[in-house]
Structures are given as structure tokens and as C-alpha cells.
T-cell receptor
């Protein structure tokens, strides 16, 4: 079983749409959770950390369900610039421990 | 925010040659650096964890004699791909982390190095 699993997509959505990505992780000892964004041929960039209580950053909302080992990302009012691959990332700790990446979910926002 | 640089950004080399990739933390001291590799349409896979002044810890399946890692200072780690073969062609990305200070809880990624072995 893969450590972090995501639906690879692609998700093709019109501008203004709301889209949700899901992710499951296998290691129940995971402590830190993130969503990263990766553009083609570029390094991943941190989009947001995910907290147990759920957190929001503008149009982006992240949720964590530790019992189900499930993480989600909701993007509202999609923009063309949101087109990218979204990586679900977990870690046993933070900072000095390795990150475990999902394969990513591709999003294409269409005009 | 913290800045991590990688050099070169891309390199093409012939099979059998060695390539060195540098990863530098520009405005903070990185006690730990990680080297990842990403094949097309695959996730980033951790290759090794490198702590300054000590030997790197390699993930299962990564040959330590082929991928030489040196973390000689708190701002520089190098990855040398020795006797490169076409199957080593990949996107190599480093990340840097520090154990304290305002950069706690986050790893900072370099821009990556695209290696093509012909």
C-alpha cells in the first residue's frame, strides 16, 4: 500500500468552479500534513499546512481527519493560475524529518 | 522567506560520466538537507537525508556508492551522480531544514536540477 495516495486526475474545471482533492495516508504516526503545489518542471512550493481543526487561506480550505487518515483540499472560485499539480504531503514530524509525497493531482482550470 | 539554490539547473551528460549537483541555503543554516528524485509523472521520492558533518542516511534501494552526498557545511550539500546512466535521468531536488529559529517546521526546496544522461 502506498504511503500517500491521491487521485491523479486530471481534473478539468471551468473558471470559477469549486474543486476538491482528497488524499489518504497509511502511517497513523504521521504528525504533519501539507498541501504543496507543483508547476510543470518546477520544484514543489508549499501551499498550506493542514491542521486538525481545519484551516483556510483565502480560496483554499484544508481539512484533516486523523481517524480516517484523510486529508482534503478545497479550492473555491478557481482561477486559470490555479492550474498545477497538487501534492499531498505528510511527515512523521516537522522540520528535520523527510516529507512523504503523494503522486499529485493534476488540475486544469479552463477559461 | 528562506532561499535555497541549486546548481546547475539543468545538465546533459554522457553515459559513464559523473555529475555534481550543489544545494545551498542562502540565508539560513541548514542542519539537515534532503535529496529527492522525481521521475516523470511520479512523486518526489526521498533518496537520502544529510546532516552537516556526518554521513548521509540513504533510503532503501538508493546506492550510496553511486549517489555520493557531502554536507560539509551548514549551507552546502552536494550530490554527485557517479558513472551516470540514462536511467539516472531525472529531476533532482534538494530541500533544507533547520532545527530552530523562524524557519522551524518547514523545509525549503531548491529549484531542482534536471539531469539528462545520453
Amino acid at each position: 500500500r502506498k504511503e500517500v495516495e491521491q487521485d491523479p486526475g486530471p481534473f478539468n474545471v471551468p473558471e470559477g468552479a469549486t474543486v476538491a482533492f482528497n488524499c489518504t495516508y497509511s502511517n497513523s504516526a504521521s504528525q504533519s500534513f501539507f498541501w504543496y503545489r507543483q508547476d510543470c518542471r518546477k520544484e514543489p512550493k508549499l501551499l498550506m499546512s493542514v491542521y486538525s481543526s481545519g484551516n483556510e487561506d483565502g480560496r483554499f480550505t484544508a481539512q484533516l481527519n486523523r481517524a480516517s487518515q484523510y486529508i482534503s483540499l478545497l479550492i473555491r472560485d478557481s482561477k486559470l493560475s490555479d492550474s498545477a499539480t497538487y501534492l499531498c504531503v505528510v511527515s512523521l514530524n516537522s522540520g528535520n524529518t523527510p516529507l512523504v509525497f503523494g503522486k499529485g493531482t493534476r488540475l486544469s482550470v479552463i477559461a | 522567506g528562506a532561499v535555497v539554490s541549486q546548481h546547475p539547473s539543468w545538465v546533459i551528460c554522457k553515459s559513464g560520466t559523473s555529475v555534481k549537483i550543489e544545494c545551498r541555503s542562502l540565508d539560513f543554516q541548514a542542519t539537515t538537507m534532503f535529496w529527492y528524485r522525481q521521475f516523470p509523472k511520479q512523486s518526489l521520492m526521498l533518496m537520502a537525508t544529510s546532516n552537516e558533518g556526518s554521513k548521509a542516511t540513504y533510503e532503501q534501494g538508493v546506492e550510496k556508492d553511486k549517489f555520493l552526498i557531502n554536507h560539509a557545511s551548514l549551507t552546502l550539500s552536494t550530490l554527485t551522480v557517479t558513472s551516470a546512466h540514462p536511467e539516472d535521468s531525472s529531476f533532482y531536488i534538494c530541500s533544507a531544514a533547520t532545527s530552530g529559529g523562524r524557519f522551524l517546521d518547514e523545509q525549503y526546496f531548491g529549484p531542482g536540477t534536471r539531469l539528462t544522461v545520453t
